[in-house]
């Protein structure tokens, strides 16, 4: 059997793989590089890109360690992100989309057939439902721009959900947010393989330059998981 091609297999996923800890530490370390050089527009569009999805996964890092018990802080509690946060991110998300398919054409009705009134009214899990639903109908937009910000919206919604699944102590709690840290992950990986990406035209007269938004001894760390790995401090604020 052939060897796969190596820029074809996600180290970022391949090497955080059973290491929640593992993965906290390298996406904090590029977020705070990339953010330092955020003057550089074309770093800043990897930045707007990439920062949702890593401060979603920190989030559900903090959310899913308060429901264990291993940390001691606070979540965002659901109906602050509904009624203060949600309103802000739908009015980015309908820039997004109205850049790309001007108000009130086929394209932008079918991704918003109800304009806002969907996230911002009815009861709240409906509106958490609302969130879902634009997730998927921006997953099977014909235009790969908009199927990658897919994961923006999805990042949110896992967001909601696990604010709302820590406030509830029922049975069985754990592992649903466990499985939700877990897609994050992959979501998160699939970002830092973008940064790379994009890193890689940028820098491609001086590959070296890659290197150093990129903790590297971790990326290169084979066989850590959780259990292996010393206590991580809180998780950064943003």
Known sequence: MQKP???????????TEGSHKKMLALAADTEAKLKAEAND????????????VYDTYRQIYINYDVAAGNYEGHTLNVETIL?????????KWEGFVRGIYPEDTPEEHSIFPNKRSPFLQSTYEDRISAVASLAKRLSLDNNPTVQAYASTVQSFYNLLITARESQQNNEGLLGQLSDIREEQRVLLADE??????GLMQKFKADPAQ????????????????DES???DAPPPEA
Not at 41 to 50: G, P
Not at 192 to 197: A, C, K, Q, S
């Open 83 to 91: 009624k203060e946060n949600l309103p802000k991110e739908i009015k």
């Open 41 to 52: 527009l074309a770093i800043n569009a990897l930045y707007q890109a990439y920062f949702p």
């Open 192 to 197: 830092l393989y973008g940064v790379l990406g």
């Open 229 to 231: 790995l010393p206590d």
């Open 5 to 15: 091609w190596i820029f074809t297999s996600n180290t970022f996923e391949v090497n």
């Open 210 to 225: 890659i290197t150093r938004f990129f903790d590297l001894s971790l990326i290169r760390e084979s066989g850590s998981t």
